[in-house]
């Protein structure tokens, strides 16, 4: 799982707020296809706070934006809701056909 936080900040003397959107990608495995990609984003989807996501399915992986941190066990859970896996490849190194489950954390700064 590799996660990015981006800091959008609005331009105009009466805007006080500043938004944090937070993309995290992760390795996903099973997928094949389209309805697979339909799944996976129609489940994922469902997750509070999650504003868009994107599934690269030769890649093997899904990127998720999201009004703040998602929770990777909400992520997991919406991905074995879809059918699939999602899998940590740093500890194997092998990407979307990983052989292990337990994504790991990366915090931008």
Same mark, same amino acid.
């Given at each position: 799982?590799?996660?990015?936080?981006?800091?959008?900040?609005?331009?105009?003397?009466?805007?006080?707020?500043?938004?944090?959107?937070?993309?995290?990608?992760?390795?996903?495995?099973?997928?094949?296809?389209?309805?697979?990609?339909?799944?996976?984003?129609?489940?994922?989807?469902?997750?509070?706070? !999650?504003? *868009?996501?994107?599934?690269?399915?030769?890649?093997?992986?899904?990127?998720? +934006? @999201?009004?703040?941190? $998602? &929770? /990777?066990?909400?992520?997991?859970?919406?991905?074995?809701?879809?059918?699939?896996? !999602?899998? *940590?490849?740093?500890?194997?190194?092998?990407?979307?056909?990983?052989?292990? +489950? @337990?994504?790991?954390? $990366? &915090? /931008?700064?």
């Amino acid at each position: 799982m590799n996660e990015e936080l981006t800091l959008a900040v609005p331009i105009g003397p009466l805007t006080k707020e500043i938004e944090l959107m937070t993309t995290t990608t992760y390795d996903v495995r099973g997928m094949t296809c389209n309805h697979c990609a339909a799944s996976v984003t129609a489940e994922v989807s469902t997750i509070p706070g !999650v504003t *868009d996501v994107a599934v690269d399915v030769p890649a093997g992986q899904v990127t998720i +934006s @999201s009004e703040a941190q $998602v &929770s /990777a066990s909400a992520v997991k859970a919406a991905v074995a809701e879809a059918g699939y896996e !999602v899998v *940590d490849s740093s500890c194997c190194g092998t990407g979307a056909g990983a052989s292990c +489950s @337990s994504p790991s954390t $990366v &915090s /931008a700064p």
